[in-house]
């Protein structure tokens, strides 16, 4: 088993940033593939951004690339997700997510663990 557990999320004027966490513990982390997905109320669950292991590529959604960051410390096994320059059509409920290595990385379905997410809002 994994359990995946966020954490940084807060309000935060537009402009801002904000640093998100996702701790991983039970199985080693360090050759799945991770992802963070979002959800806004109302909305689909969307795809923000993930990495492959062993350095194989990471993906970010069209839309955010430039804005949001991706990085795994495999020793602290932890997921960040850096994001700078918010909007307030970034709110939502953040959730980090692992899978096996060959996951397609923007379909939530392909990913077998998930955290219970954390609030982003953001203001005007």
């Known amino acids: 088993q994994v359990q995946l557990v966020e954490s940084g999320g807060g309000l935060v004027q537009a402009g801002g940033s904000l640093r998100l966490s996702c701790a991983a513990s039970?199985?080693?982390?360090?050759?799945?593939?991770t992802g963070w997905f979002r959800q806004a109320p109302g909305k689909e669950r969307e795809f923000v951004a993930a990495?492959?292991?062993?350095?194989?590529?990471?993906y970010y959604a069209a839309s955010l690339k430039g804005r949001f960051t991706i990085a795994r410390d495999n020793a602290k096994n932890t997921v960040y997700l850096q994001m700078n320059s918010l909007k307030p059509e970034d709110s939502a409920v953040y959730y980090c997510?692992?899978?096996?290595?060959?996951?397609?990385?923007?379909?939530?379905?392909?990913?077998?663990?998930w955290g219970q997410g954390t609030q982003v809002t953001v203001s005007s």
């Open positions: 997510a692992a899978g096996r290595a060959t996951v397609v990385v923007g379909l939530a379905n392909e990913y077998d663990y």
């Open positions: 039970g199985r080693t982390f360090s050759t799945y593939t």
């Open positions: 990495d492959r292991w062993g350095g194989a590529g990471t």
